[in-house]
């Protein structure tokens, strides 16, 4: 059975930084693309970084470039989301998700895999 367990959201001031960890089970990540994707109140989930395991080639949102980096660990079999100069539209739900092998992809209809999701709030 596979499984995706996120962890590391919280409740942080505007700037501050986060770290997200995906933790994965039942498979090997080694083969396979992560996405973390986000989704707010009322809005509709979008991708916001993607990390591929062809080549490890990154790609991330234009809203979030600059300030959030993805990694995988295949070792651990673990993928992290930094997250730097948090703004108060960073506010979501964050998940990761996998299942796509080799490339990336923003569309989460791709994607067969999903954590539970950890909640990023930030607020003054």
């Known amino acids: 059975q596979v499984q995706l367990v996120e962890s590391g959201g919280g409740l942080v001031q505007p700037g501050g930084s986060l770290r997200l960890s995906c933790a994965a089970s039942?498979?090997?990540?080694?083969?396979?693309?992560i996405g973390w994707f986000r989704q707010a109140p009322g809005k509709e989930r979008e991708g916001v970084s993607c990390?591929?395991?062809?080549?490890?080639?990154?790609y991330y949102a234009d809203s979030v470039k600059g300030r959030f980096t993805i990694s995988r660990d295949n070792a651990k079999n673990m993928a992290y989301l930094q997250i730097n100069s948090l703004k108060p539209e960073d506010t979501a739900v964050y998940y990761c998700?996998?299942?796509?092998?080799?490339?990336?992809?923003?569309?989460?209809?791709?994607?067969?895999?999903w954590g539970q999701g950890t909640q990023v709030t930030v607020s003054s």
């Open positions: 990390i591929s395991s062809s080549d490890g080639s990154t």
């Open positions: 039942g498979l090997t990540l080694d083969f396979y693309a």
């Open positions: 998700a996998t299942g796509i092998p080799l490339g990336c992809s923003g569309s989460p209809a791709e994607y067969d895999y």
